[in-house]
């Protein structure tokens, strides 16, 4: 199946750490060719408890505690994939990937296209991103732009457990690349997530609620932020739809130009800084499809153009919240 | 810091490796005389393919780079005369020596260096990322060291699904302070995989002498550092290139590890086809000449009965011919279709669906 959970199906509520390391076990068992890799991954089983049991259960063999060794974790999963298994490597934080950026830029991305297709690389990365929680400068990055910019990569930030579950198996059976990000503030998000094996395929966004004045596109966490928004401004009189892409690439432009037609106002959203961001590009394409759909300028709302900061007021500051949803909202219908 | 080498360094330095690196070809019990003959063939193909290159690139049927693989040849096809089918190599830019000694067909080659269809890449590669993945060669690289990683995971896949093959994994010298070759020696090493890293060490990293870019100029010291076994060779000698890896191989089939070798030699040709060497004294090419790699292992076959005058010249007229032969069939191969440009950025199911290149 690939739609959203319905009433007939059979689910069980999990976290959304939960149904990462159910769906890494499910594929592992039906793949002995499927292998982790990363800090910390093994024996600890992560320090978020994501591949907790992993190890107990598929050995030392096929859950590989490495060196801290960004570059040489990335690129040998890269080797591996290009010969026969299909690893599923992570990054601690997803702000380490900048020193193993040549495996993914130059290697990863290229490898298939500049040998004629010759070499699969199917291979997942997995990591967290996102700020809130202290954590300062260098462990709170999003940096989706980044590889959606580079062709021969695809980028995956679901925030639902019931999303983990279908996009993750998909990213495992994928034949391309696929980074996965998991926002760090969101392993703990709960939700009815169907028992049966299933995907959802990468390029096919959730609308998290329908609504008919302004269409709010809402990227990893912050859909959930933009339901709370959403419900306040009901309250208000303003009828939000919510859309989350789910992969930013691909990405969704169907789904969200079928929603202008209902509201003509659009409102992004994104935790990564505003700067030459995705926003910019969900915005620049909107507007280059379908002007003729818009009644109001496009709101962006984004992290600002500053590192994380530390203290926990000026974190709060550049990270996007209901208020700042809720003011671009208002803006769009010219209350 | 760096300094312009003066001509008595580089004869000191020609002396040093006469002293301490060079080893005079001798038979090996691992080889016949037909595969010392195969070799030679190799080793001239090599030479004939790459020669005919510059010309071609210079007549511009050949775009963009191109970096020849000329005085190295011993290395590749030593190494790859220890090697098995389903056995792996990573490769350099200087990738088509090694192509060439794993098997690859100069016919499939010389098309991708020209950018037709039939090339190996499809056109999409070139020479500095040419592969031909049906004969176990992964594929040339444009950046410095990053094949290091690439060998180890290729060695992963062996041992985790219980395959004997090795992979060899060929670098320069210049990648030998890249960090990713130490995270992946060390993480090779910490495993215990079955790679061997073959570092070329011609002694320049494009205008840099290697050994003004090191503490310590030996390579196969490093390998202390890592717990694993280094050895130093001689780069102009295919044969004891052959046997170094020959051993590490079969150290690494049984569980023993990842190895380092030093291939010690000299690039006594130019960086890439347009190279001028304005940073060196061309005097230094000459003195290292004397070493020419197929030259000695021509004096070697006659020397040790294994080949007659008769089959040297049969052997380089073949070579000539097969490299003609080439040259024929890329200039009358087709250009790629234009619209074959999105081809292969992803797998044909996602492409479908997504609709990418219509």
Not at chain 2, 99 to 128: C, F, H, Q, V
Not at chain 2, 165 to 175: I, L, S
Not at chain 2, 271 to 294: G, K, L, S
Request: aromatic share 8%; glycine share 10%; net charge negative.
């Amino acid at each position: 199946m690939t739609a959203t959970p319905t009433a007939e199906v059979q689910t069980r509520r999990l976290t959304v750490k939960q149904a990462i390391n159910q769906t890494l076990r499910e594929e592992m068992q039906r793949d002995p060719t499927i292998i982790i890799l990363g800090c910390d991954v093994g024996v600890r089983g992560n320090p978020f408890g994501v591949t907790k049991g992993l190890y107990e259960e598929f050995g030392a063999g096929r859950v590989l505690d490495t060196p801290i060794s960004e570059a040489a974790i990335v690129g040998s999963s890269l080797g591996a994939a290009a010969t026969g298994l299909r690893p599923v490597a992570e990054i601690l934080f997803s702000d380490w990937i900048t020193i193993g950026m040549d495996q993914l830029v130059n290697q990863i991305a290229k490898i298939r296209y500049m040998f004629g297709g010759a070499i699969s690389v199917p291979l997942v990365i997995r990591a967290p991103v996102g700020a809130g929680g202290g954590q300062a400068a260098q462990h709170s990055q999003s940096f989706e732009n980044w590889f959606s910019a580079v062709p021969g990569l695809q980028v995956v930030m679901p925030s639902t457990p019931a999303d983990v579950k279908g996009l993750l198996r998909t990213a495992i059976r994928s034949d391309d690349p696929v980074l996965f990000f998991e926002h760090k503030r969101g392993y703990e998000i709960k939700g009815q997530v169907p028992v049966e094996e299933y995907t959802i395929p990468f390029g096919l966004a959730d609308v998290a609620r329908n609504g008919s004045d302004v269409t709010i596109v809402a990227v990893s966490i912050m859909r959930h932020k933009a339901l709370s928004a959403a419900e306040a401004l009901a309250a208000e009189g303003v009828d939000c739809e919510v859309i989350d892409p789910r992969t930013i690439y691909p990405f969704d432009y169907d789904t969200v130009l079928a929603s202008l037609q209902k509201t003509g106002r659009l409102v992004v959203v994104h935790e990564a800084n505003r700067r030459s961001n995705i926003g910019g590009e969900i915005v620049s394409q909107v507007v280059e499809r379908a002007f003729e759909l818009l009644s109001a300028p496009p709101r962006i709302v984004a992290g600002l153009d500053v590192p994380m900061p530390y203290n926990r007021s000026l974190e709060a500051l550049v990270i996007p919240d209901e208020a700042r949803i809720r003011q671009a909202v208002l803006t769009v219908v010219g209350r | 810091m760096r300094h312009r080498v003066t001509p008595e360094e580089n004869c000191e330095a020609v002396a040093a490796f006469e002293r301490d690196i060079l080893t005079p070809l001798a038979m090996s019990a691992r080889l016949e005389p037909a595969d010392l003959r195969e070799m030679y063939a190799r080793m001239r193909l090599i030479r004939e393919f790459d020669t005919a290159v510059k010309e071609l690139w210079k007549q511009d049927f050949i775009y963009g780079l191109a970096h020849s693989y000329v005085s190295a040849e011993a290395i590749a096809v030593g190494a790859c005369a220890a090697l098995r089918d389903g056995d792996y190599i990573t490769s350099t830019h200087r990738g088509h020596g090694h192509t060439i000694a794993k098997g690859g067909d100069p016919r499939r080659m010389m098309a991708e260096l020209m950018g037709r269809a039939p090339g190996y890449n499809k056109g999409k590669g070139g020479s500095m990322h040419i592969a031909a993945v049906d004969m176990g060669m992964l594929g040339a690289t444009g950046i410095v060291g990053s094949a290091m990683p690439i060998a180890v995971g290729s060695a992963l896949t062996a041992k985790t699904l219980g395959r004997d093959n090795v992979t060899v994994c060929f670098h320069g010298d210049g990648a030998t302070n890249q960090g990713v070759w130490h995270e992946s020696i060390n993480l090779a090493a910490a495993w215990g995989l079955p790679v061997i890293f073959l570092c070329e060490n011609n002694q320049w990293a494009i205008s840099m002498p290697y050994e003004q870019a090191v503490g310590n100029p030996s390579v196969a010291d490093r390998a202390v550092g890592y717990g694993i076994p280094g050895v130093t060779v001689d780069g102009f000698n295919a044969i004891a290139v052959h046997d170094a890896v020959a051993e590490a191989a079969e150290r690494a089939r049984t569980g023993g590890g990842p190895t380092l070798i030093e291939a010690r030699f000299y690039r006594y040709i130019g960086h890439f086809v347009a190279d001028d060497e304005a940073y060196r004294d061309p005097a230094c090419n000459e003195r290292w000449q004397q070493f020419d790699p197929i030259e000695r292992m021509a004096g070697f076959l006659l020397e040790s009965g294994s080949a007659d005058k008769a089959w040297l010249d049969e052997a380089d007229e073949t070579a000539l011919a097969r490299v003609e032969d080439a040259i024929a069939f890329a200039k009358a191969a087709p250009e790629p279709a234009l619209d074959t440009l999105y081809d292969g950025l992803y797998s044909d199911e996602f492409m479908a669906q997504q609709g990418i290149g219509r």
